[in-house]
């Protein structure tokens, strides 16, 4: 089985993920936004081997954790190519938004592709290309679970008005999620998780880009 546990962190809130195989406690973590020293905490708590770091993409409220994880776990960082770019200029970014100075971030070890598999101990999912809130977006999809990072929240969907955005793109990502069946948690970026039933029902700005893009 699968366990999930979820940290809020850094001025943004973004959410930090665990997941591991409950039974062989290995993991990996997804999006270690910021405070390194709790995420650490808790993958201590959790007696978990993390084996590699995921990001769904390259803003840097979603990597400040990233260069001291690295380096206490001592795993691989993985990315999508098409997000190199955004994940380097992380400094001017959390400059410009936050006004706080903050390293280079490291260089992913690797870089993932749209149906790339993941394994997690004795588990396997898989990545989904979600271009639309940055070229590089992925979701990260685990049995009944997908990470969807800042492309799909509970009621709200990614912005595109950064570099590297497209309403046309993030229209055709949305339509990937929701093919899904109603069950399948989402476990998104920021704010509180939801399922894919859920959104599709409820979520107005799904229910409108999916409206325009007939």
Not at 161 to 179: A, E, F, M, R, T
């Amino acid at each position: 089985m699968l366990e999930v546990r979820c940290l809020s962190v850094g001025r943004l809130q973004t959410n930090a993920y665990l997941v591991f195989d409950e039974e062989f406690r290995r993991g990996i973590v997804i999006d270690p936004g910021d405070e390194a020293e709790r995420i650490m905490d808790l993958i201590s708590r959790c007696d978990v081997e993390v084996d590699a770091i995921y990001l769904t993409h390259g803003h840097f409220d979603h990597i400040l954790a990233l260069r001291d994880l690295r380096r206490e776990l001592g795993c691989k960082v993985y990315l999508h190519k098409a997000d190199e770019g955004i994940l380097a200029s992380a400094p001017r970014d959390a400059k410009y938004f936050l006004g706080i100075e903050v390293p280079p971030p490291p260089k992913p070890d690797g870089w993932i592709a749209d149906g790339q598999l993941i394994r997690i101990g004795s588990h396997l999912g898989k990545v989904l290309h979600t271009p639309g809130h940055t070229r590089g977006s992925v979701c990260y999809v685990f049995e009944e679970m997908i990470f969807t990072g800042d492309t799909l929240f509970a009621g709200s969907v990614g912005r595109t008005d950064l570099p590297g955005g497209s309403l046309k793109d993030l229209v055709s990502s949305l339509s990937k999620i929701l093919n899904f069946p109603d069950e399948f948690m989402i476990y998104p970026g920021h704010g509180p998780s939801s399922t894919v039933g859920v959104e599709r029902k409820l979520n107005a700005f799904v229910r409108n880009l999916m409206a325009s893009g007939d």
